[in-house]
């Protein structure tokens, strides 16, 4: 443990921000399940995870080369589900 007071502050920023990016990363997780299962919906859904990966690269809680890689996998894989 840290014996200034600095350092204590930065850990508790450093749990705030780890909680955060956890939150984001899931709900991008959670979203994409559920593009791949449901069949209704997907060009609301697909907007709404792209919505969600372009804030999250904004914000650097992933990659943005990360988040356009997703993006054309998951663009492919709609329109493979579409024909």
Known sequence: MPQHKSPLKRMGT???????????????RTLTK????????????????????DKAAKKGVIHKRTASRRKARL????NKQDK
């Open 34 to 53: 559920d593009l791949q299962q449901k069949s209704e919906n997907r060009e609301d859904q697909l907007n709404k995870l792209y919505s969600q990966l």
């Open 14 to 28: 450093d749990k705030k921000r780890a909680a955060r990016n956890n939150f984001v990363k899931r709900t991008i």
């Open 75 to 78: 663009a492919a894989f709609v």
